[in-house]
């Protein structure tokens, strides 16, 4: 029994991504028996039709980060809760402009 291969073009036009993507995967290994072969402008993959079943593809873009827990407060350096810039608002002098001279 014969096992067709394909070329990273043909994987792409089945997964409708790029060729270009189809190649990053063979080079993760997500196509284990696929074989790069050396040529003087970058290595050439061939993949077994075999590798395709049960095959999905990853999903696209980057990962999202993980949230760390906040505890419903906003952290500054140290670890402190950070200070707002109109914290003194409310003890300002009436009349008189933040940064004004007198």
Known sequence: MSSQTLTP?????????SAITVRLWCRRGLFPNAIATDTPRG????IPE?????????????????KPEQNGKKKGLGG????????????AQPGKKRGAKK
């Open 80 to 91: 402190e809760v950070a200070k707002s810039s109109y914290a003194d608002a409310e003890n």
């Open 50 to 66: 075999s590798d395709l079943k049960g095959f999905s593809p990853p999903a696209m873009g980057r990962p999202k980060k993980a």
């Open 43 to 46: 290595p050439f993959w061939t």
């Open 9 to 17: 073009t043909e994987v792409a036009e089945r997964y409708d991504v």
